[in-house]
């Protein structure tokens, strides 16, 4: 089996179309589709369901794409760690970030590796917690930022950086800079699903002090709850660093739950399979820059800076 067949395939899935992948690919829709019957061929069963829509990967397909997603990111580590010996850091790097995270994060570590480390090529990944957690465990990411501290199946976690939440409001809401958790029982509250690792937080919370609080819609993406407060619609409870702009350009306030404080502490895991050189060089960067920027965005780092793992 070619490995160029599996990035093929992982193209396929990703676009969900063989022609939209044939343009990515730079191939012919007909010879990408003979690549992908090949591979059909070779594991003597179907792997995609075409369509009029598009194409997407059947249950032996999807097991295929998360195996060959692995397959080559093996194959990247042991070119980059043959390239090591030469002296030059080279490879590819996954790294998956929770939405808050990866806005405050992402630009600063793709600008300090590229002027580093000019041959890795970063992968990034925004989901929430649960998927990360997922994606690290079967080794698809090199690291992450975690809502919580994540030790099975040998991933290696330490703290990072803890920042206090606050009631995010609009600016219509003319809400004091302090509020009580009994308020959130009158006022429109948009809060994600219970999937997302920081429901079980706010519902902890809501427990202790005995309320119910008037949840007028759940949502999981941060854009659309954004676009909801931002609209007027409600108000939701996150860090201030995800609202610094619009705190700045007075769209929406920022209030203290004064009688039951909450607060998010982040975590960084790195993949249980052994680092590559480039994995080493972008966790070491990813841990300065938060210990720099943190204190600027008003969080409290957990630990200085752990060495990556051998």
């Not at 676009?15 to 044939?22: D, K, L, N």
């Not at 075409?50 to 990247?76: C, F, H, N, P, Y």
């Not at 009158?186 to 002090?209: C, E, G, K, M, N």
């Not at 409870?237 to 009688?259: C, F, H, K, Y």
Request: glycine letters at 6%.
């Amino acid at each position: 089996m070619e490995t160029r067949r599996l990035q093929y395939f992982i193209e396929v899935c990703k676009a969900g179309s063989m022609t939209r992948a044939a343009t990515r690919l730079d191939l012919s829709q007909a010879a990408l589709s003979q690549q992908i019957a090949i591979l059909e061929t070779e594991f003597k069963t179907r792997l995609l369901d075409r369509s009029r829509t598009g194409v997407k990967a059947t249950a032996a397909g999807e097991m295929l794409l998360r195996e060959a997603q692995i397959i080559l990111r093996q194959v990247d580590q042991a070119r980059g760690a043959v390239t090591a010996q030469s002296g030059q850091i080279s490879g590819t790097v996954s790294v998956g970030f929770t939405t808050g995270a990866g806005a405050l994060f992402v630009v600063p570590l793709m600008r300090e590796v590229q002027r580093l480390y000019p041959q890795i090529r970063l992968h990034f990944l925004e989901a929430m917690t649960g998927e990360l957690t997922e994606r690290i465990i079967n080794g698809q990411l090199d690291l992450a930022t975690l809502l919580r501290n994540e030790d099975r199946a040998g991933v290696l976690s330490t703290p990072m950086f803890r920042e206090d939440l606050f009631l995010i409001s609009p600016a219509s809401f003319d809400l004091a800079d302090g509020v009580r958790v009994a308020e959130l029982e009158t006022l429109p509250i948009i809060l994600p699903s219970s999937r997302h690792t920081l429901r079980a937080l706010y519902d902890a919370v809501f427990r202790q002090a005995e309320i119910t609080p008037n949840i007028i819609a759940e949502i999981d993406s941060v854009s659309m709850i954004r676009g909801a407060v931002l609209a007027g619609i409600g108000a939701t409870i996150q860090p201030r660093s995800s609202w610094t702009s619009e705190l700045q350009d007075g769209l929406v306030n920022a209030g203290r739950i004064t009688d039951f404080p909450m607060q998010l502490s982040y975590w960084l895991s790195r993949s249980p399979s052994p680092p590559t050189a480039a994995a080493k060089a972008v966790c070491s960067v990813l841990e300065k820059i938060v210990a720099e920027s943190a204190p600027v965005l008003g969080m409290v780092i957990l630990s200085s800076p752990a060495p990556p793992a051998a």
